[in-house]
């Protein structure tokens, strides 16, 4: 089952923009990230979720998204990712761990979406009002995907660099089980 998630679980770039993500399931899926693992137990991790059409159409140009998905294919929600410097300074991969935690659960539910660590901040920060306390860590875009994709094998060239083919099917290539294992004992 939890194989079946992680294959299925593709960075999403293309989706049906005019199908909303309600906000229950928003929350749901950030339920998710605030039992999933946090170092020290701190906790320190605050979310903003975004759903509302005006407001996404701000964030969008804020964000560094691969394949430029145009008007139509945007992501119809948003979670944002916050530390909170009140907790703690040192977020360490906390928000890695929550976003997929989120991720997983969405490919569940039927949507997908896809990890945005290229932000700008200060626009965002200033778009969305976010208190100087909070960090900007990450960003998920998110919906229901438009596009397909499949893992390939990486090829003799080794480059690992996804592309589209002529049906608009996105593919993936990961390296093999066995060249990432260094060692076994």
């Known amino acids: 089952m939890i194989r079946e998630l992680v294959v299925r679980n593709r960075s999403y770039r ?8 309600e906000l229950d399931t928003l929350k749901e899926l950030v339920d998710l990230a605030r039992l999933s693992a946090s170092g020290g137990n701190r ?8 759903r509302d059409p005006e407001r996404n159409a701000a964030i969008f140009p804020l964000i560094g998204l691969a394949g ?8 119809s929600a948003y979670i944002i990712i916050l530390g909170d410097t009140e907790i703690s300074r040192d977020f360490g991969v906390d928000h890695g761990i929550a976003a997929q935690s989120i991720l997983l659960g969405a ?8 990890m945005v660590g290229m932000i700008n901040r200060n626009a965002l920060r200033k778009t969305l009002g976010i ?9 998920l875009a998110m919906g229901k995907p438009k596009e397909e994709a499949v893992i390939d094998t990486v090829g003799e060239d080794g480059n690992t660099g996804g592309w589209w083919d002529d049906q608009g099917v996105r593919h993936v290539p990961k390296r093999p089980l066995e060249d990432i294992i260094v060692a076994q004992y």
């Open 14 to 21: 293309r989706f049906y923009q005019e199908t909303a993500v």
């Open 68 to 75: 430029s998905p145009r008007e139509g294919e945007r992501p």
């Open 43 to 50: 906790q320190a991790l605050k979310y903003i979720l975004c």
């Open 131 to 139: 208190p100087s306390r909070y960090e900007v860590l990450l960003l």
């Open 107 to 114: 490919t569940e539910k039927g949507l997908g979406g896809c």
